[in-house]
T-cell receptor, first 115, second 115 residues
Framework: AQKVTQAQTEISVVEKEDVTLDCVYE???????LFWYKQPPSGELVFLIR??????QNEISGRYSWNFQKSTSSFNFTITASQVVDSAVYFC????????????FGQGTRLTINP | KAGVTQTPRYLIKTRGQQVTLSCSPI?????VSWYQQTPGQGLQFLFE???????NKGNFPGRFSGRQFSNSRSEMNVSTLELGDSALYLC??????????????FGPGTRLTVL
């Protein structure tokens, strides 16, 4: 069975601080995809990144960066110089490459950036 | 390009009733997936439709059903509502439903309250 764990239920930081959201996953598949989504108060999930299990390169996109470590089954997300607009619930998700194309989500981390 | 739209945005029903939720995907998208989001269970996959056929199904009772029309619009139905069905129901669309290459775009959701 597949499982995604986001141990941090809520995080609160002051604007401009760096913050890392943790994601640990379990899967018996040798190939899979990992995702991060953002859910602002409006409710709709916004896609942030997709990572193939073959590709362990870290990725940076502006203030966002992702650290994928297959050895520890982790896919952590860091926001540098956080801003109030980053406040949202962030979800890590997993999907197999073969078979049912569906996302298995973690419980989410509520991130609050205080001015 | 218009995003994924879901109607209605809010619904209040009583136990035992049935409900139909609607999802209009982004123009050109042929895959529609449905997810249930609750505080206790988090985000869970319900089912996915592609070209009017259900391709994948999550672990939900038969009271939850869906369909997709030739224009890719999708509906999901919940019969004999229970209190535990109160949730945010999210719809997502993508070109072909291939999670590795297609991005899933989510709608704002329908918040269902069962009294």
């Amino acid at each position: 069975a597949q499982k995604v764990t986001q141990a941090q239920t809520e995080i609160s930081v002051v604007e401009k601080e760096d913050v890392t959201l943790d994601c640990v996953y379990e899967t018996r598949d040798t190939t899979y995809y990992l995702f991060w989504y953002k859910q602002p108060p409006s409710g709709e999930l916004v896609f942030l990144i997709r990572r193939n299990s073959f590709d362990e390169q870290n990725e940076i996109s502006g203030r966002y960066s992702w650290n994928f470590q297959k050895s520890t089954s982790s896919f952590n997300f860091t926001i540098t110089a956080s801003q109030v607009v980053d406040s949202a619930v962030y979800f890590c998700a997993l999907s197999p490459i073969q078979g049912a194309q569906k996302l298995v989500f973690g419980q989410g981390t509520r991130l609050t950036i205080n001015p | 390009k218009a995003g994924v739209t879901q109607t209605p945005r809010y619904l209040i029903k009583t136990r035992g009733q049935q409900v139909t939720l609607s999802c209009s995907p982004i123009s050109g998208h042929r895959s529609v997936s449905w997810y249930q989001q609750t505080p206790g269970q988090g985000l869970q996959f319900l089912f996915e439709y592609f070209s009017e056929t259900q391709r994948n199904k999550g672990n939900f009772p038969g009271r939850f059903s869906g369909r997709q029309f030739s224009n890719s619009r999708s509906e999901m139905n919940v019969s004999t509502l229970e209190l535990g069905d109160s949730a945010l129901y999210l719809c997502a669309s993508s070109l072909s439903g291939t999670i590795g290459t297609d991005t899933q775009y989510f709608g704002p959701g329908t918040r269902l309250t069962v009294l």
